[in-house]
């Protein structure tokens, strides 16, 4: 589970946090064009961070809410990933900080590592991961389990759980949202 954490964190998130920042769950919709491009729908549910002091929260903060909700430099950052920002947001619903954002792709791999290999897309993952749904067909084998698709579907849909966001430690960041 730890590595698609990581993953998912690298998507959103970007590298340049430190860990800090967690979220309860994560939904991809994934649109296909015919020649393999498209665009994904990313959305992000209940976003915490998990400072320990005051500094790594300013830190969490400043990262969430001026450089990856503000920033031409996180869309620059993320056009260097092949990932081409079309919108991104943050936003209060059902009492949680939640965040979207999409972003066209030219190659499906830039999309957590998805794969084609003809007649199927998949996503390679770890035992451990957590997937809460999808509309693809979960396929375990020896280490490692995967999301398959047939390459006639035109949307992908998965959605993975990351973290228990109710944890007493995790600082909410929805109170934050108002002042940026």
Known sequence: MKK???????????AAIQGCIVFNTVSYEVKLNDDRTGRVNLQVNDIKSD???????????????????????FIEQMKQEGKFIIDRQLYLEDDELNGKLSF??????????????????????GLSDSVVST????????GLKRIMWDSSMTTL????FSTD??????????????SK
Not at 105 to 118: H, L, R
């Open 51 to 73: 400072a320990s002091n005051v500094s790594e929260l300013e830190e969490d903060k400043n990262q969430l809410f001026n450089f990856m909700l503000n920033s031409d430099d």
């Open 4 to 14: 698609i954490i990581k993953i998912m964190t690298l998507l959103f998130l970007v």
């Open 104 to 125: 066209d792709f030219n190659d499906i791999s830039t999309v957590e590592g998805m794969q084609y290999q003809a007649p199927f897309y998949f996503l390679t993952l």
């Open 157 to 160: 849909n998965f959605e993975m």
């Open 165 to 178: 966001a109710e944890e007493e430690n995790l600082v909410d960041l929805k109170k934050y949202l108002d």
């Open 135 to 142: 509309n693809g067909e979960v396929i375990y084998s020896a």
